[in-house]
């Protein structure tokens, strides 16, 4: 009776343990997936205008407005201070002011505007993930 009672006890202090950990590593800062997730939406519906060949100019400034506010956060947000992802967020940032600057207006213009954008997306997720 006294083993069962000592096994029964240390399970309930397992599971209080295992509950308190969890609840730890689910309170970390959001803010680096939520950066992520942002850029994401922006980049998928300047890709979804592509596919659909529906390239409106308005629509494709806001995005690329979008992605470039986004993008400035990338640095403050991670909190990464590795001089190769410095560079790799401040060439994401280049290249999105150059997009904005050439204020593409149909879907060619876009895909060539955003081709250096994915691209430098690509490699820093391919580094840092």
Same mark, same amino acid.
């Given at each position: =009776?006294?083993?069962?009672?000592?096994?029964?006890? +240390?399970?309930?202090?397992?599971?209080? +343990? @295992?509950?308190?950990?969890?609840? &730890? /590593?689910?309170?970390?800062? #959001? =803010? #680096?997936?939520?950066?992520?997730? @942002?850029? +994401?939406?922006? =980049?998928?519906?300047?890709?979804?205008? /592509?596919?659909?060949?529906? %390239?409106?100019?308005?629509?494709?400034?806001?995005?690329?407005?979008? /992605?470039?506010? &986004?993008? &400035? !956060?990338?640095? #403050?947000?991670?909190?990464? &201070?590795?001089?190769?992802?410095? $560079?790799?967020?401040?060439?994401?940032? $280049?290249? /999105?002011?150059? *997009?904005?600057?050439? *204020? #593409?207006?149909? %879907?060619? *213009?876009?895909? *060539?505007?955003?081709?250096?954008?994915? !691209?430098?997306?690509?490699?820093?997720?391919?580094?840092?993930?």
């Amino acid at each position: =009776m006294r083993v069962a009672l000592l096994i029964l006890l +240390g399970l309930v202090i397992g599971v209080i +343990g @295992t509950v308190n950990v969890m609840s &730890t /590593l689910s309170a970390r800062n #959001p =803010m #680096p997936k939520a950066v992520m997730h @942002t850029m +994401g939406y922006h =980049m998928g519906e300047l890709g979804h205008a /592509l596919k659909a060949k529906q %390239c409106e100019a308005a629509s494709i400034q806001h995005h690329l407005q979008r /992605l470039q506010s &986004t993008a &400035t !956060d990338i640095v #403050p947000v991670f909190g990464v &201070t590795e001089k190769d992802f410095t $560079d790799d967020a401040s060439q994401l940032q $280049d290249h /999105l002011q150059q *997009a904005l600057q050439s *204020a #593409p207006a149909d %879907c060619a *213009a876009l895909a *060539a505007a955003i081709k250096p954008i994915n !691209d430098t997306c690509k490699s820093c997720h391919q580094k840092y993930r």
